[in-house]
């Protein structure tokens, strides 16, 4: 079956749970947790980024959390709550489902950028 982006989306919203930024900030207090950029750089160097983020393109995603690539990133770590946010949050919610259809468990999507810092969240130049 073909699907297009609303089901990709559909599906990966109904998938990876959505936190709200006063949510999201409780979950960054309470432990260890990896926050994850998946905005490409120009849009982090354009407005900063959430405060200890690592910024991982979308298209990079997959490459970066894998630990066979090449390209692995070792801040991933499967035991670890990750937190994924873009600018509006579709690309948290694709990256999130990526991610739990890699092993990841605890993935989260926070939403978009503007909104979390406009929440309280703090946030850095880039």
């Given at each position: 079956?073909?699907?297009?982006?609303?089901?990709?989306?559909?599906?990966?919203?109904?998938?990876?749970?959505?936190?709200?930024p006063?949510?999201?900030?409780?979950?960054?207090r309470?432990?260890?947790?990896?926050?994850?950029?998946?905005?490409?750089?120009?849009?982090?160097?354009?407005?900063?980024?959430?405060?200890?983020?690592?910024?991982?393109?979308?298209?990079?995603?997959?490459?970066?959390?894998?630990?066979?690539?090449?390209?692995?990133?070792?801040?991933?770590?499967?035991?670890?709550?990750?937190?994924?946010?873009?600018?509006?949050?579709?690309?948290?919610?694709?990256?999130?489902?990526?991610?739990?259809?890699?092993?990841?468990?605890?993935?989260?999507?926070?939403?978009?950028?503007?909104?979390?810092a406009?929440?309280?969240?703090?946030?850095?130049?880039?």
């Amino acid at each position: 079956m073909v699907k297009s982006l609303k089901d990709l989306l559909a599906e990966a919203n109904g998938s990876v749970p959505k936190l709200s930024p006063a949510e999201a900030a409780e979950k960054m207090r309470s432990g260890d947790v990896l926050i994850v950029d998946v905005r490409d750089p120009t849009e982090v160097q354009q407005t900063g980024r959430i405060k200890g983020a690592v910024n991982v393109s979308r298209g990079m995603l997959e490459f970066r959390a894998d630990p066979e690539s090449q390209y692995h990133n070792p801040v991933f770590q499967k035991d670890k709550t990750i937190l994924l946010h873009c600018a509006s949050g579709g690309r948290s919610a694709l990256a999130g489902k990526t991610l739990q259809d890699m092993g990841y468990s605890a993935v989260y999507n926070i939403g978009g950028f503007k909104d979390l810092a406009e929440g309280g969240i703090e946030t850095e130049p880039a």
